[in-house]
C-alpha cells in the first residue's frame, strides 16, 4: 500500500466518449475521511520532436477547440488499444508531416495532468526523416497544416502564444539542453 | 474566424462536478461535415518552482487517484474563481510548503491538454522563502509530504518515474536552461 492511498468505496461511470470516459469515484482517505474524486481516462498519446537535414523543427498547426484558437504543436496523436507507442509514433508522423522514419529514438513518457487525468504521452525524436512519396489521410474530422521552424523562429513563436502547450514547450527545453 | 475553426452547433452538457465540467458538441468541421468534441473544462491552475537558500528544490509528494501512485511534483494547486494566480501561487506555497515568499518571479502559462481540456497552468518562480512561523492547514482532503532535493536527486526521481508529470519535468528542464 502506498502512503497517502486512497482506496475506492464506490466508482460511478458518468461517460464514456470515444476519447475520454469520465467516473466520480467515492474513496476512503488516509484519515478514515471519505472524499470523492472526479476521474478522466484517456488512453494516452505519443508525440515526436522531428527535425530536419538542415536543422529545421516540424510542427503542425491546427484548431483546438477545447481552447477555441488554433496552436502550433510537435506532431502527436491518441494510442490505439493495444498498439505499441512507437507504431503510433511513426502512423502520425506519416499522416501528419508527410515524412517516416527508420530511426526514432525513445526521449520520456509523462502524464500530462495527474490531479484528474491518467493521460501518458510517450515522447520520440528523430533527425532521420524519409520524404513519403505518397501522402497518406488525416482523421477525416482533422485538419492542420504541417510547418518547419528554426529554434529562432520557434522561440518567438513561444512569445506569442501560438506555441502554447506544455508537451511542445517541454520539446523545445529538450532539443535545446540537446544542444540544438 | 481562425482558419480550421470549428464552430460550435450544440452543447450538451454531461457532468458538473467541482474540478471539472464535460461537455459533448457538434461542431462544423473546416469541409462542411460536422463531428463530435468531447470536452474537458477546467478553473486553471499554478505550479511554483522554489528554491531554498542551500540550492535544493521544494517538492511535494503525494497520492494521485487517476494513476493509483504516488508522485513527487512541484507545488500546485487549482485557482480559485476570479482569483489572480499570483495570489493562488502565494496561497499553495504556504499550504503545501511552510514557506511564503514575497518576490515571486513569472516563468510561463501553458494548456497541458489542448486536445481535450482547457486546463491552463500558470508556472512561477521563486528563490527568496521565507519559513512560516505558523503551519497553514491544507485542504481537508489533502494529504501529502514536503521535501527538498538536489538537481542530481532530482533527476533520480525521474529515472525512477517518481517524478512522471510534465509539468515538474519542465520545471526541472528550465531550472538547468537557467544554469541552476
Same mark, same amino acid.
Given at each position: 500500500? @502506498?502512503?497517502?492511498?486512497?482506496?475506492?468505496? #464506490?466508482?460511478?461511470? +458518468?461517460?464514456?466518449?470515444?476519447?475520454?470516459?469520465? @467516473?466520480?469515484?467515492? %474513496?476512503?482517505?488516509?484519515?478514515?475521511?471519505?472524499? +470523492?474524486?472526479?476521474? %478522466?481516462?484517456?488512453?494516452?498519446? =505519443?508525440?515526436?520532436?522531428? %527535425?530536419?537535414?538542415?536543422?529545421?523543427?516540424?510542427?503542425?498547426?491546427?484548431?483546438?477547440?477545447?481552447?477555441?484558437?488554433?496552436?502550433?504543436?510537435?506532431?502527436?496523436?491518441?494510442?490505439?488499444?493495444?498498439?505499441?507507442?512507437?507504431?503510433?509514433? %511513426?502512423?502520425?508522423?506519416?499522416?501528419?508531416?508527410?515524412?517516416?522514419?527508420?530511426? *526514432?529514438?525513445? =526521449?520520456? @513518457?509523462?502524464?500530462?495532468?495527474?490531479?484528474?487525468?491518467?493521460?501518458? +504521452? $510517450?515522447?520520440? $525524436?528523430?533527425?532521420?526523416?524519409?520524404?513519403?512519396?505518397?501522402?497518406?489521410? *488525416?482523421?477525416?474530422?482533422?485538419? *492542420?497544416?504541417?510547418?518547419? $521552424?528554426?529554434?529562432?523562429? #520557434?522561440?518567438?513563436?513561444?512569445?506569442?502564444?501560438? +506555441?502554447?502547450?506544455?508537451?511542445?514547450? $517541454?520539446?523545445?527545453?529538450?532539443?535545446?539542453?540537446?544542444?540544438?
Amino acid at each position: 500500500m @502506498s502512503k497517502f492511498e486512497e482506496k475506492t468505496i #464506490l466508482s460511478q461511470e +458518468i461517460f464514456n466518449g470515444k476519447i475520454i470516459k469520465v @467516473s466520480v469515484d467515492d %474513496v476512503l482517505l488516509p484519515n478514515g475521511e471519505t472524499s +470523492i474524486r472526479e476521474l %478522466v481516462k484517456h488512453q494516452g498519446a =505519443v508525440a515526436i520532436i522531428a %527535425v530536419t537535414k538542415d536543422q529545421r523543427v516540424v510542427m503542425v498547426e491546427q484548431y483546438r477547440k477545447p481552447l477555441e484558437k488554433n496552436l502550433v504543436e510537435v506532431p502527436a496523436g491518441k494510442l490505439e488499444p493495444g498498439e505499441a507507442p512507437e507504431v503510433t509514433a %511513426v502512423r502520425e508522423l506519416e499522416e501528419e508531416t508527410g515524412f517516416t522514419t527508420n530511426q *526514432l529514438e525513445y =526521449v520520456t @513518457s509523462f502524464y500530462t495532468t495527474p490531479g484528474f487525468c491518467d493521460e501518458r +504521452i $510517450y515522447l520520440y $525524436y528523430t533527425d532521420k526523416l524519409i520524404p513519403l512519396i505518397e501522402e497518406k489521410a *488525416l482523421d477525416e474530422d482533422e485538419f *492542420l497544416d504541417c510547418e518547419t $521552424y528554426t529554434m529562432e523562429e #520557434l522561440d518567438q513563436l513561444v512569445k506569442d502564444e501560438r +506555441i502554447h502547450d506544455l508537451k511542445t514547450m $517541454y520539446a523545445l527545453q529538450y532539443l535545446k539542453l540537446r544542444g540544438f
